[in-house]
T-cell receptor, first 118, second 108 residues
Framework: EVQLVQSGAQVKKPGESLKISCKTSGYSFTMFWIGWVRQMPGKGLEWMGNIYPDDYDTTYSPSFQGQVTISADRSTSTAYLQWSSLKASDTAMYYC???????????WGQGTLITVSS | EIVLTQSPGTLSLSPGERATLSCRAS???????LAWYQQKTGQTPRLLIY???IRSTGIPDRFRGSGSGTDFTLTISRLEPEDFAVYYC??????????FGQGTKLEI
C-alpha cells in the first residue's frame, strides 16, 4: 500500500528556518516524482514544485522558485520542503503528493500545517 | 505557464440535480494531462478524473469528465449530499510544470 506520511504541525516565528518531511512507503521511491502543494487558509491549491529522487532533478513553480527548497533522501525514501527564512505569509497547509505514471497526483500525504507568527 | 480558470466560483444546487463545472486553460492542454479533484473541508484532495475523462478507482459513474484543447468540463449527473465540496482542475505535463484552477465551490 502506497503511503505518504508527513511530519507534524509547526508553529514558527518570522525569520526562522524550517524543514518538513514526507516519508513514503509501498512503492519504489526513485521511480516516481514527488510534489509539494500549498493551501493557504481558506484558499485553493497551489503547486510548488516536484523532485525526481532518482537523479534529484527538481522543477519549481515560478511563484515558489527561490522561496523554498525541495530535496529528497533516497536512503529513507523521504522528501523534504524547506525554508531558510519564514514569513507570516508562509502560514498554510502543505501537502506532499505523488504523481502517477500518467502525471496526476494520485497519492497525497495528510498535510502539514505551518503557522508563522510573532 | 498555463493558467486554469474555473467557473463558476460557486455553484448552488440541490441533491438530485446535475452539476456542470468548467475549467478553461490559457493555452492548449494535452488531454492526457488534465485531472479533477474533490476536496471537502479539512480533508486531503481526492482524485476523481485523470486524462480528462478517466475515472479514478472507486469513483462513481455519476462523475464524468470531458473536453479537450482549452475547455474541460466535470459533470456530476445526479448530486448526492456527499458531493457538496470544492472541486479543482489540474493540468500537468507542460515542461514538467503543473497548475491548479482556483476551484469551484459546490454548495447546497
Amino acid at each position: 500500500e502506497v503511503q505518504l506520511v508527513q511530519s507534524g504541525a509547526q508553529v514558527k516565528k518570522p525569520g526562522e528556518s524550517l524543514k518538513i518531511s514526507c516519508k513514503t512507503s509501498g512503492y519504489s521511491f526513485t521511480m516516481f516524482w514527488i510534489g509539494w502543494v500549498r493551501q493557504m487558509p481558506g484558499k485553493g491549491l497551489e503547486w510548488m514544485g516536484n523532485i525526481y529522487p532518482d537523479d534529484y532533478d527538481t522543477t519549481y513553480s515560478p511563484s515558489f522558485q527561490g522561496q523554498v527548497t525541495i530535496s529528497a533522501d533516497r536512503s529513507t525514501s523521504t522528501a523534504y520542503l524547506q525554508w531558510s527564512s519564514l514569513k507570516a505569509s508562509d502560514t498554510a497547509m502543505y501537502y506532499c503528493a505523488r504523481p502517477s505514471i500518467a502525471g496526476d497526483f494520485d497519492y497525497w500525504g495528510q498535510g502539514t500545517l505551518i503557522t508563522v507568527s510573532s | 505557464e498555463i493558467v486554469l480558470t474555473q467557473s463558476p466560483g460557486t455553484l448552488s444546487l440541490s441533491p438530485g440535480e446535475r452539476a456542470t463545472l468548467s475549467c478553461r486553460a490559457s493555452q492548449t492542454v494535452n488531454s492526457n494531462y488534465l485531472a479533477w479533484y474533490q476536496q471537502k473541508t479539512g480533508q486531503t484532495p481526492r482524485l476523481l478524473i485523470y486524462a480528462a475523462s478517466i475515472r479514478s478507482t472507486g469513483i462513481p459513474d455519476r462523475f464524468r469528465g470531458s473536453g479537450s484543447g482549452t475547455d474541460f468540463t466535470l459533470t456530476i449527473s445526479r448530486l448526492e449530499p456527499e458531493d457538496f465540496a470544492v472541486y479543482y482542475c489540474l493540468q500537468y505535463g507542460s515542461s514538467l510544470s503543473y497548475s491548479f484552477g482556483q476551484g469551484t465551490k459546490l454548495e447546497i
